[in-house]
């Protein structure tokens, strides 16, 4: 671990792009890979890991 605080700012702004990137994959492409993993986990039967 650094002795450098964390860079509030620079974190959120990260968090952003990432957040703005998944929305236009969505846009794009219909779902994002965590939204179609999150619905294909929910169609599963309970106790079912794959």
Excluded: E, W, Y
Excluded at 35 to 46: E, T
Aim: charged share 30%.
């Amino acid at each position: 671990m650094s002795d450098q605080p964390i860079n509030l700012n620079k974190a959120r702004k990260a968090r952003a792009r990432t957040a703005a990137k998944a929305q236009a994959n969505a846009v794009r492409f219909g779902l994002t890979k965590d939204q179609k993993n999150a619905r294909q986990r929910r169609k599963l039967p309970r106790g079912a890991h794959f």
